[in-house]
């Protein structure tokens, strides 16, 4: 019986990676150009299937119990022996959908598999690593995306070929355009280079924007006794606080100098604004939720007056919260903590994803 394991590159594969960078670069500042992808907000996913059997990797572990549906679209419209890099994403309507795709992270099977019939996930690739018999890694991205071109020819949903544009002008334009799917800014990858695992040989640009935030409490960093992350609230229309993210970016000396200085600021959880046994709790977004990923973290916080204001920097939000750990950026002593409201997030204008996913080819 053959197996994945009998693959040209077998699994376990580590991912190419990416560096941020602020702006979208030039195709001519790298030799042998550049071609620009939209940034898939999804699970990065290495796809080996060799027969009947599949294999989906996640970077931080396997994800092949997760997906049955994608396992067998796979040996039902795949060809026979290849290796893909891509990113799993769950589409509803019009847009990226990155919440039902945690949802899926759960120990029982018959969730999963209720989940993967009613919301079913589709796979967007953007790497070839192997077809057949030949381990294509070594060879030049621009004759992989060729390939991967002529292997996508008769594929079908739910599986997709990414876009992607030798166009910086054109790249400029996704940008901006396709948040509104969704989607979380624009990769830039070198043509002439081979796949290189674990490298972060590839250029991300992602949003960035600026939000002031009530600083609400914080959990402790997980060597104790210095500040781990900063718990981020904003208001709704009603006057209610909800988490709607952290900021964790501090070096070690600054960890321990926020727990001086906000000691002052510390309080009992009950009459928090997150405190489980208010009358309004149901109806406000508090931390503390099982982490699908390790479900021994330990999520307690220490609950802090909210009268803090913090500006922070943030890419992409995920319906109300921040999707992604902020930036800190600077106190806001000149604001009233009860001015930090979810109407000044910026929302990108609706753009359709069967858009992106439709009509563009390698140029």
Known sequence: MTTVADLPVPPPVSPMLAKASRKIPAADSVDGGLLYEPKWDGFRCLLHRNGDDVHLGGRSEPLTRYFPEVLAAATAGLPERIVLDGELVVVQGDHLQFERLLDRIHPADSRVQLLAGEIPASYVAFDLLALGDEDLTGRPFRERRSRLEAAF????????????????????????????????????????????????????????????????GYREHKSGGIVGSLLLGLYDEAGRLHHVGVSASFPMARRAELVEELAPQVIDLAGHPWDPEKADSAQVRRPGAVNRWNAK??????????????????????????????????????????????????RPVGYRLADVLRGYAAQ
């Open 153 to 216: 020819e008769t594929v079908r949903p739910p599986f997709h070929l990414t876009p992607a544009t030798s166009d910086v002008d054109e790249a400029a334009r996704w940008f901006t355009q396709f948040e509104g799917a969704g989607l979380d800014g624009v990769m830039a990858k070198p043509l002439a280079d081979p796949y290189q695992p674990g490298e972060r040989a590839l250029k991300k640009i992602k949003h960035e924007r600026t939000a002031d935030c009530v600083v609400a």
């Open 297 to 346: 973290k330990n999520l307690t916080f220490v609950p802090l007056r909210p009268t803090l204001v913090a500006e922070v920097a943030y890419d992409h939000l995920q319906g109300d919260r921040f999707r992604h750990t902020t930036q800190f950026r600077r106190w806001r002593p000149d604001r009233d903590a009860r001015s930090c409201t979810f109407a000044q997030l910026e």
